[in-house]
């Protein structure tokens, strides 16, 4: 069970708009700490899509942004196009566990 | 354009010890914080723990008791020992690098990959 909580699964027709949430708690996400959004394609290692809630690593369409508030992030994607369809984690930093970096447990995005 | 490389068995025993190697290519060993991540078949991503040179290692806590993770600077490679394994420590096993010095600790930089078997 991951510290930071993400739907199993979304889903949206090419060129609509999804939001992909995660939930933590107080000593990670309301703690203020950052939260960073991976890429996960089929077959290949994660990539930084969002860090520092709201940052685009250069290359990354501005169709991706991040937004977080209290104990919560999102992920949303705009002009859905079929390579998109990927896994998404979320990652922050619990104080709770010793200074460990936690994931959210996944989220797989469909594209209808 | 640094890049990163694991190495090691695809097969370790129940009970024993799993081994393996990240060889940092193409950047300085001593810029970045150092880390192993691993994901089961079908399933999520799990923080393994960091290494870096000025500092104290961090573990992630489930797994505190049985690893180990370090570095070698005069080979450019950091190395995951995790003891005492069983079939739940199958997954594929990343390196990943955190760049030092910046305002925000992300991991940036990942290797390929690589898939351990626990099995007899």
């Known amino acids: 069970q991951s510290v930071l909580t993400q739907p199993p699964s979304v889903s949206g027709a090419a060129g609509q708009r999804v939001t992909i949430s995660c939930t933590g708690g107080s000593s990670n996400i309301g703690a203020g700490y950052d939260v960073h959004w991976y890429q996960q394609l089929p077959g290949t290692a994660p990539k930084v899509l969002i860090y520092?809630?709201?940052n685009r690593p250069s290359g990354v369409p501005d169709r991706f942004s991040g937004s977080t508030s209290g104990t919560s992030a999102s992920l949303a994607i705009t002009g859905l196009q079929a390579e998109d369809e990927a896994d998404y984690y979320c990652?922050?930093?619990?104080?709770?566990?010793?200074?460990?970096?936690?994931f959210g447990g996944g989220t797989k995005l469909t594209v209808l | 354009q640094v890049q990163l490389q694991e190495s090691g068995p695809g097969l370790v025993k129940p009970s024993e010890t799993l081994s393996l190697t990240c060889t940092v290519s193409?950047?300085?060993?001593?810029?970045?914080?150092w880390s192993w991540i691993r994901q089961p078949p079908g399933k999520g991503l799990e923080y393994i723990g960091y290494?870096?040179?000025?500092?104290?290692?961090n573990y992630n806590p489930s797994l505190k008791s049985r690893v180990t993770v370090s570095l070698d600077t005069s080979k450019n490679q950091f190395s995951l020992k995790l003891s005492s394994v069983t079939a739940a420590d199958t997954a594929v096993y990343y390196c990943?690098?955190?760049?030092?010095?910046?305002?925000?600790?992300?991991?940036?930089?990942w290797g390929r990959g690589t898939l351990v078997s626990v099995n007899s």
């Open positions: 290494v870096y040179t000025s500092g104290p290692t």
């Open positions: 520092g809630h709201t």
């Open positions: 990652q922050s930093y619990d104080r709770s566990l010793s200074g460990s970096r936690v």
């Open positions: 990943a690098g955190s760049k030092l010095g910046i305002p925000y600790w992300y991991f940036d930089l």
């Open positions: 193409g950047g300085s060993i001593t810029s970045y914080y």
